[in-house]
């Protein structure tokens, strides 16, 4: 294969809020030399308020702009880190950037375990067998017994684990992490800045027992005895194809126990891999481009409605200026200026090749899944849209702003803000999103970018499904019978809007012959 395309390594940080996401890829990004100091990335995530505000999220859109993608060179490697919102409103954005990255690590609190949060991304993982490797933080903190922390990944997040790295106490008593891969054993010096040095010890003599007491060394001795009984032998390729996730401990504040964790990703992680498209598979060393658009972000300016369009390179190479298909609009367009992200610059790029990421100047062109090639009809599958968590009807505030709303709408939803559905008893547009916040972003926006101004009005459901049949007949019935409660997505397909839970059970029981999906990729 093509050498550049597979030093390269994409991959996204996934976490529940908190657990050391943006500490780790800080420290990822000390490693890469692309910033010199702690304390340079500054947190993207909106902290928690009672009243949402807009400066806030003003500066979430403006600073997930430039760190939307970090890249950095380390020893031979091209990694390309892919940030994900802080925020769980926009979990529906880290969805989509899950569909565009080879690999993740997942990000564990040592005092908390596997969160909400942490265990519907692991969701969307296994979906697509996307290879993890685990990072539990915050090991500087009192943890939870690590043993115990294995067995709630394995049930929690449904995967086999495999520790390659093992902690010696935690909290005030933490003394470090041996290196199972190594065998090494890493003192732990609570410092932001400093690299500890790893020193070789024989677990089998007295040396251990110098370096940290005769009682932990015997503990450590045991302890690694019994993960040897307990856990198979580290096996590459079952990481692979995401069976099995190799579990890492250390202090990303600390910088502890994460050059460990980046050395083994370069090594293991997969480099870009083959990706799935409704004509057929597209292996990325292919000499002919092709990507994907799978995250749109806006412009902080309002006077300037453009947006950057990330596009994920599937296969071959792109090149600047040059003149290429964008299959839905069946149109060639040239990209004179697109952009590569170094943490936080944003560079013209001549070239770039599958695995990276490229920002395209958008105004309104794109939309999310769009396929752009040098001439063949591809269409790329896999942008999953869940089902949403809450309902509002959205109603024109403006009567003279009628067509402004129904652009700034559609074009939002372009962006993949939140999902529309259309009633189809009513005809009202119903707005379905994961987190009040979006609601508050879509006004904002449609006031401040489309001129429109919208007014949201209750709607009490429980959950919107997609459905269908191989049974005509049957799925007409249904129709008939929830005739009010159906509804059509942005692509035509059928939609069941369930008011609870309760009706949700009974229509499942009551038509045998129809399913219910809770995603849109089925
Ligand atoms: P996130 O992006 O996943 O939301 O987490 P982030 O890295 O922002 O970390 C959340 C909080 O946890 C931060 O504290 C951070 O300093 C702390 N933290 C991260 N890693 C470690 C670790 O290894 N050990 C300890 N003890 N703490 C850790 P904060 O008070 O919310 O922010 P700040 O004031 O420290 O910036």
């Excluded at 997942?106 to 596997?114: F, L, Q, Y």
């Excluded at 190594?182 to 040396?207: A, G």
């Excluded at 096996?235 to 050059?259: M, T």
Aim: with cysteine; charged share 30%.
């Amino acid at each position: 294969m093509n050498n550049e395309i597979a030093r390269r390594r994409t991959f996204a940080i996934i976490a529940h809020p908190d657990a050391g996401k943006t500490s780790l890829t800080e420290k990822l990004l000390l490693f890469g030399g692309q910033i010199q100091v702690a304390g340079a990335v500054k947190s993207n995530k909106i902290k928690k308020t009672a009243t949402s505000d807009w400066m806030d999220i003003e500066k979430q859109r403006g600073i997930s702009v430039t760190t939307s993608v970090m890249e950095f060179d380390y020893h031979d490697y091209k990694v390309n880190i892919l940030d994900t919102p802080g925020h769980q409103d926009f979990a529906e954005d880290t969805y989509r950037t899950l569909t565009a990255v080879d690999s993740v690590i997942i990000v564990v609190d040592g005092a908390k375990g596997v969160e909400s949060q942490t265990r519907k991304l692991m969701e969307v993982c296994r979906m697509r067998n996307t290879p993890v490797i685990i990072f539990v933080n915050k090991m500087d903190r009192e943890a939870k017994d690590p043993f115990d922390l294995l067995d709630e990944l394995e049930s929690e997040l449904v995967i086999n684990v495999r520790p390659l790295t093992w902690p010696i106490e935690s909290g005030p008593r933490f003394k470090g992490v041996y290196n199972i891969y190594e065998r090494k054993l890493n003192l732990f010096q609570p410092s932001k800045q400093v690299v500890t040095e790893k020193v070789e010890v024989d677990i089998h003599t007295s040396d251990l027992d110098e370096r940290i007491g005769a009682f932990l060394a015997e503990k450590l001795r045991n302890d690694l005895e019994l993960i040897d009984g307990v856990y198979p032998d580290f096996d590459v390729d079952a990481y692979l194809k995401g069976e099995l996730a190799p579990v890492f401990f250390g202090s990303a504040l600390n910088n502890f126990g994460v050059q460990e964790l980046l050395d083994c990703f370069v090594e293991i992680a997969p480099c870009p891999r083959p990706v799935q498209a409704e004509e057929r598979v597209v292996q990325p060393d292919e000499p002919k481009f092709t990507g994907f658009v799978f995250k749109i972000t806006a412009n902080i300016d309002p006077n300037h409605r453009s947006c950057v369009a990330f596009c994920k390179i599937c296969s071959g190479k792109f090149t600047r200026n040059t003149p290429y298909l964008h299959v839905r609009h069946n149109k060639t367009m040239r990209f004179s200026s697109p952009t590569q992200f170094m943490a936080q610059r944003k560079t013209t790029v001549d070239e770039a090749w599958a695995g990276d990421i490229i920002g395209l100047p958008d105004n309104g062109t794109f939309k999310i899944g769009d396929t752009l090639t040098e001439g063949e009809t591809l269409h790329f599958k896999g942008l999953p849209s869940f089902s949403p968590e809450m309902f509002k009807y959205i109603e024109n505030a403006d009567p003279m702003k009628a067509k402004q709303l129904a652009k700034g709408i559609d074009q939002l939803m372009d962006e993949g803000v939140a999902q529309l559905f259309i009633n189809q008893f009513n005809g009202r547009k119903l707005i379905g999103t994961v987190g009040q916040l979006q609601f508050e972003v879509i006004q904002y926006r449609l006031e401040n970018e489309y001129n429109a101004k919208c007014r949201w009005e209750p709607a009490s459901l429980y959950k919107a499904c997609w459905i269908e049949s191989d049974d005509p007949e049957e799925l007409e019935a249904f129709k008939k019978r929830k005739y009010q409660y159906m509804a059509k997505d942005r692509e035509g397909r059928d939609v069941f809007l369930a008011d609870s839970g309760y009706v949700l059970q009974m229509a499942q029981t009551d038509f045998k012959h129809i399913k219910f999906h809770f995603t849109s990729e089925f």
